[in-house]
């Protein structure tokens, strides 16, 4: 069992370390330069070239590329001693616990793994991560959850009455707005229809996050911002969960357990509760987990169409700015997630069943 979660975890960093390299190169090729985006309107030749040595920069490709990943490593090797090198251990990035010295300037420390600052705040990406995260995990658990519920049951009443008006309306209805329509474009009909156009009778915002600011009262939870994003986000994962519960239990139905219990005669409740709904959400937990984690990327569009203040949103900002450390770190905490999700369900499948241990 050992030897399975640790080549589970193996894999999971050759994954993590490819996504890194894709997003160093891929983001370094793009036009911009960082020295002047963070100068502005003072931008001249010396200071220019400062900012470049302090980036790295001026380096070639392959050198900044293993700063990079010495930067990202949470163990790492660093020069103490010449401030002027590359390598510096500057106590101004970040804090470090000091392991063993190699040579005679160099220095072994461990530390948490450093995404950069931004070029227009001049913070850290890791504040701004952890600033923003937070209100897109909410959203994207409320997402799950409202998918989920609903998902399953209508998934179970579709199975039930299989070829019915409601299974073929069920089926069209998740088809064409579920998977069909894009997220943005929900967003905008969902803003515009609940939040505007009938904003007098269900009392919904547009547009708002999870906390408002009042001058007088400060900072306040307001949970009916939530509703709208999250069934906007919710809506694509809810048409797959609908779908996979329908033929999953529509195959377990078919089962001889199943006929044995039907003719002991048990009730189509007892049936479905009892036996055979446990057994069809295997695949539908499955899924469920991938999507968490690709709800939590994929709720960049809908945070900027309701303003919620997130992750997505910080990355939107980003972009139109062209700062670029800020949708960096974001898209690794992004693959981050969505790895180590991936491997908590492997490993879940490992203890349960033997036979994918073997494989």
Same mark, same amino acid.
């Not at 891929?26 to 302090?54: C, S, W, Y």
């Given at each position: ?7 589970? *975890? !193996?894999? #999971? @960093? $050759? ?6 390299? /894709? ?5 370094? =090729? %793009? ?120 998902? *399953? !049951?209508? #998934? @179970? $009443? ?6 019915? /008006? ?5 089926? =069209? %209805? ?123 990327? #994929? ?15 910080? =990355? ?44």
């Amino acid at each position: 069992m050992l030897k399975f979660i640790f080549g589970k *975890i !193996f894999y #999971g @960093i $050759i994954v993590l370390l490819g996504v890194v390299t /894709a997003i160093f190169f891929l983001f370094n =090729v %793009l036009p911009g330069d960082p020295a002047t985006i963070m100068l502005g309107q003072r931008a001249n030749k010396d200071a220019v070239e400062a900012i470049h040595r302090d980036l790295g920069t001026d380096k070639p490709i392959f050198t900044q590329y293993i700063h990079y990943l010495n930067d990202l490593s949470p163990v790492s090797v660093h020069n103490h001693a010449d401030k002027q090198n590359l390598w510096y251990l500057n106590p101004e990035k970040y804090d470090w616990t000091p392991l063993f010295t190699v040579g005679k300037k160099k220095v072994c420390v461990l530390k948490l793994p450093y995404l950069r600052r931004s070029y227009i705040t001049k913070r850290n990406v890791s504040e701004i991560i952890l600033d923003t995260l937070p209100e897109t995990a909410v959203l994207a658990f409320s997402a799950i959850i409202i998918a989920s519920c609903i998902g *399953i !049951f209508l #998934g @179970i $009443i579709a199975a039930i009455k299989k070829n019915s /008006a409601f299974d073929r309306i069920t089926f =069209v %209805l998740a088809t064409v707005f579920g998977m069909s329509a894009p997220s943005y474009l929900v967003g905008l009909i969902m803003a515009w229809l609940f939040g505007y156009v009938l904003a007098e009778y269900t009392g919904l915002s547009a547009v708002g996050s999870l906390y408002d600011y009042d001058e007088w009262e400060g900072q306040k939870l307001n949970l009916k911002n939530l509703i709208l994003p999250a069934i906007t986000l919710g809506v694509r994962p809810l048409s797959i969960v609908i779908q996979l519960t329908r033929s999953s239990l529509l195959d377990v139905l078919s089962q001889d357990y199943i006929r044995t219990a039907k003719a002991k005669g048990l009730t189509l409740y007892k049936i479905i509760t009892k036996h055979a709904l446990k057994n069809a959400l295997n695949p539908v937990v499955t899924a469920i987990s991938g999507w968490f984690a690709g709800l939590m990327a #994929g709720a960049v569009f809908v945070e900027k169409v309701f303003n919620w203040k997130g992750i997505g949103y910080e =990355v939107v900002e980003a972009l139109s700015k062209n700062d670029l450390p800020v949708v960096m770190g974001a898209t690794l905490i992004f693959a981050t997630i969505f790895v180590f999700i991936n491997i908590l369900v492997d490993i879940a499948y490992g203890i349960l069943d033997p036979r994918v241990r073997k494989k």
